[in-house]
């Protein structure tokens, strides 16, 4: 087989699921990641359709279910507290919810055994040759591997060394998120909450068991200029445009700074024409994130993972045609799945009349055949895409 030393840039959830697909089918993958270890915490990421049954192929399935976050009723109240309307079950779960933390531990001791792992470095730069791609690395020494893989998230590395700067391709849908891990002091069960104002959500649902819970943060803004790697400064940021706020929200603000997790970006998209150039492509968030707000990231990601593996494999390492294959079965799947993220302006609305309004739908939804549509709708989305045997 040609082609077979695969570095993957990011140990989240598409890295180490491509790693896992590789090395079944004979390839060497070793895996980069810029943080100390398997990142923990983080939010909940959903799974449903296709996505599920990859898991099920990799053996994986029982293993998730048995952390899964088992969220049931989603209640919107108001600054007293008082429910105001509830949102239907499985709309923010899928059909399978883990938090990002334990999917990604998962994924870490399934490929481990096979992966060579490398944390705390990262890819400083990227030399295609006919032979291969020379790689420099921040504190490694510098190697030399027959294909890259950019898997390393929204404001990817390898996609800026490859394909240029992230401007081009990342495409702001007018809001900022932030989530951290927080006691379960509202002793919630297997639930949450949301509370929302003009341009700005807040929600706290229970996590891992009922042992934790979650803090999640929305609101409206252009781009921001701030440091990607200044924690504090992202923080500071949080506070200031949630200073004025009721409800749970001033108690949640000093909880921050004893986040294990601390999590804080836009709520993005990344539209390319194309995801691989010469020896280095591109997977999961790196080449086509939806947003949480679609709540298909982890989903395609698993799926582009099975996808470019089993490509690879067929082509016998050819990554010219396997990379082309790859697109070619990926691109209507992820367009479809990137659509989910339209409707972010009824989930945190911007003008008074939209508020309103948003506050009358979740009000009736309950009561009206919509319910199911908005279950419907993504897990149409999720299962528009028929997975090729490569076994």
Not at 45 to 55: A, N, P, Q
Not at 179 to 193: K, Q, V, W
Not at 278 to 291: F, I, M, N, Q
Request: net charge positive; glycine share 8%; hydrophobic share 40%.
């Amino acid at each position: 087989m040609k082609n077979r030393n695969i570095l993957i840039s990011g140990a989240g959830v598409a890295g180490p699921a491509l790693a896992f697909w590789l090395s079944r089918y004979g390839f060497r993958p070793t895996v980069i990641e810029r943080a100390p270890t398997v990142r923990p915490g983080g939010y909940a990421v959903d799974f449903r359709g296709t996505s599920m049954r990859v898991l099920e192929r990799m053996g994986l399935l029982a293993e998730v279910r048995k952390l899964q976050t088992r969220t049931g009723a989603i209640t919107i109240v108001d600054s007293r507290n008082r429910r105001l309307a509830s949102m239907p079950d499985g709309f923010t779960s899928g059909e399978l919810e883990i938090m990002r933390g334990d999917l990604a531990g998962i994924l870490y001791e399934a490929t481990r055994q096979d992966t060579e792992y490398i944390f705390d470095d990262s890819i400083t730069g990227l030399a295609p040759a006919e032979t291969g791609v020379d790689v420099t690395l921040d504190r490694g020494e510098p190697r030399k591997f027959d294909l890259v893989v950019g898997a390393d998230g929204l404001h990817s590395k390898v996609r800026a060394l490859a394909f240029g700067e992230e401007s081009r391709f990342i495409h702001h849908l007018g809001y900022y998120i932030s989530i951290f891990t927080i006691p379960n002091y509202m002793n919630l069960d297997r639930s949450g909450l949301y509370y929302g104002t003009l341009g700005k959500k807040v929600g706290i649902f229970s996590a891992r068991r009922n042992s934790e819970a979650t803090a999640s943060f929305f609101f409206d803004s252009p781009v921001l200029k701030y440091d990607l790697r200044d924690i504090r400064q992202q923080k500071n940021i949080l506070r200031e445009r949630f200073s004025e706020e009721s409800w749970e929200v001033p108690r949640l603000l000093k909880m921050v700074d004893a986040a294990p997790d601390f999590y804080f970006d836009s709520l993005s998209q990344v539209k390319m024409n194309r995801w691989s150039t010469e020896r280095t492509v591109l997977l999961g968030d790196a080449a086509y994130c939806a947003s949480p707000l679609s709540g298909m990231g982890s989903g395609m990601a698993v799926v582009g993972a099975y996808v470019l593996a089993g490509e690879l494999k067929e082509a016998d390492g050819d990554y010219c045609f396997a990379f082309r294959r790859y697109e070619a079965l990926m691109r209507e799947y992820v367009t479809k799945c990137q659509k989910i993220a339209d409707g972010a302006d009824w989930f945190v609305p911007r003008t008074r009349l939209k508020l309103w309004l948003s506050a009358q739908m979740w009000r009736i939804l309950p009561y009206t055949p919509w319910k199911d549509m908005m279950i419907e709708v993504p897990l149409k989305a999720a299962n528009s895409i028929i997975l090729k045997d490569y076994s």
